[in-house]
């Protein structure tokens, strides 16, 4: 039968139009090596534990494949079981499991962690330095790896001894000395009755006493007359026995002063005007804590180390006298606070920080006492000095702290300044002055800076904040 279309005989005897097709080529069937189950491992998985130089086991990865000798099953749509399935390692069971099977069938319980023996894989260069060893567990974590020791369970194990508390009190103390939001006070002499009178003045009054003196050991010489050395020893002593009586009572006659000063509402107080605002006190961004007895949240600590200077001891600093106390050591620290006001409760912040210029006076209590019948010095004294570099030879010392507690009775004076609605106390510009106190026999006093004025914060009861 001839046609002009070509056509061709199928297979079944049928005649088709168009020419026979070429058979085309089969493409080949590509066999991959299956995943082992690792268990945590990570010498069990392959390629990624090449990349951090870590031997791993293939002793157990077999590659997937048709299962010789099992026994043969028909499924659903005809196909037989040796040609459908592809089972990886292992005899064949009916129940499936999640981790490898042992030589017998059954399971085997695999631990996380690295696993000891195993087929070392040959070295190999890199070309960067080699990666930090890996936590116990073998499991791969982002972030950096801790470094020291650790526990049972992988995670860092913290050291505890005096060594590493004494390392760390002083890396706290060097943080709180370094904090700009922290202000270190400077010691000084709560009664400044030096600053009551120029320099000037108290040389001239000095010089004019030497000459009354020289003059009247002369006329006491020369003419036989002792009125005018008594009346410039008279003079001397009357003077003597004022600054002596300002020196040891200047301190409380300023406390009594604060404490009779009148208390202001900060809710009429105006922009500038100089108040004092009683309250109870809360922390600001940055407590503070006390040196010796660890008061946590703190907005003024003050420890002071004293010590007695006998005939053959030691002096505590330049100017420390024979048969006196002495100061060896002081810690002052004070920070931003707030301060809520008893008459009108509105809250203030008081800028006590970052430098600025506070007096305060704030009652000590003795901590810790040292004395010739009692040397036997406390674990927590001895590691006090240890982290300060002070010695304990023998010496008899003083302890005294002071804090004020969040949550105590405060008395603040300073300068209201409002600003976009915010109320603060910041330190006046020119120094308050007490006045004469001729009843007490007491000079003026110019106190800077903001004053805080606290009783023992050990001693009273401290409101809940």
């Known amino acids: 039968m001839g046609s002009r279309f070509p056509s ?19 493409a080949p069937t590509m066999l991959s090596a299956a995943m082992p189950y690792t268990g945590g491992d990570i010498k069990k998985s392959g390629e990624l534990g090449k990349m951090f130089d870590i031997p791993f086991d293939n002793s157990r990865s077999r590659k997937s494949g048709p299962v010789t000798n099992a026994p043969s099953r028909t499924g659903s749509f005809g196909v037989s079981g040796s040609t459908a399935s592809l089972i990886t390692g292992g005899s064949v069971r009916q129940k499936s499991h999640s981790g490898p099977l042992n030589k017998q069938g059954e399971s085997v319980k695999k631990f996380s962690g690295p696993q000891t023996g195993g087929f070392a894989p040959p070295s190999r260069q890199n070309s960067g330095p080699l990666p930090p060893v890996l936590p116990t567990t073998g499991l791969i974590t982002s972030g950096p790896i801790s470094s020291g020791p650790l526990n049972s369970s992988g995670a860092p194990r913290k050291v505890s001894g005096p060594l590493e508390a004494t390392v760390a009190a002083k890396l706290q103390r060097t943080s709180i000395a ?3 939001a922290v202000t270190k006070l400077i010691q000084e002499d709560n009664y400044p009755f030096k600053k009551g009178f120029p320099k000037a ?17 002369f006329i ?12 410039v020893v008279v003079i001397f002593t009357v003077m003597a026995a004022f600054f002596i009586w300002n020196r040891y ?14 208390d202001a509402e900060l809710r009429t107080a105006k922009d500038g ?14 407590p503070l804590e006390s040196s010796f007895q660890k008061v946590p949240r703190c907005i003024y600590t003050s420890t002071s180390l004293y010590e007695y200077r006998g005939w053959d001891s ?9 048969f006196t106390w002495g100061l060896r050591s002081v810690e002052r620290h004070v920070v931003d606070f707030y301060i809520s006001d008893f008459q009108s409760g509105l809250r203030a912040l008081v800028k006590a920080g970052y430098g600025a210029t506070v007096t305060p006076y704030v009652d000590e209590s ?8 009692n040397k036997e010095i406390s674990a927590e004294f001895l590691r006090w000095l240890r982290e300060r570099n002070l010695s304990s030879d023998g010496r008899v010392m003083r302890l005294k702290e002071g804090y004020i507690k969040e949550g105590s009775t405060v008395s603040v004076m300073g300068v209201v300044r409002r600003n976009d609605n915010v109320l603060m106390i910041v330190p006046p510009s020119e120094p308050l002055s007490t006045g004469c106190q001729w009843k007490r026999c007491i000079q003026p006093a110019r106190i800077e800076g903001i004053v805080l004025r606290c009783e023992d914060s050990s001693n009273i009861n401290v409101v809940p904040v």
């Open 8 to 26: 061709h005989q199928l297979s079944n005897g049928l005649y088709v139009s168009g020419r026979p097709e070429q058979p085309k080529e089969k």
């Open 178 to 180: 370094n904090n700009q």
């Open 201 to 217: 003045v108290l040389s001239a009054v000095i010089l004019l006493f030497v000459m009354g003196f020289i003059a009247g050991g």
């Open 220 to 231: 006491l010489g020369a003419v036989h007359n002792a009125i005018l050395l008594v009346v």
């Open 249 to 262: 009572w200047g301190r409380r006659a300023i406390v009594g002063f604060l404490a009779q000063y009148p």
């Open 273 to 286: 005007q100089f108040v004092k605002v009683s309250g109870v006190v809360t922390c600001g961004n940055v």
């Open 314 to 322: 030691k002096a505590a600093n330049s100017q420390h006298r024979r």
């Open 366 to 373: 003795v901590a810790v006492e040292v004395d010739t019948g």
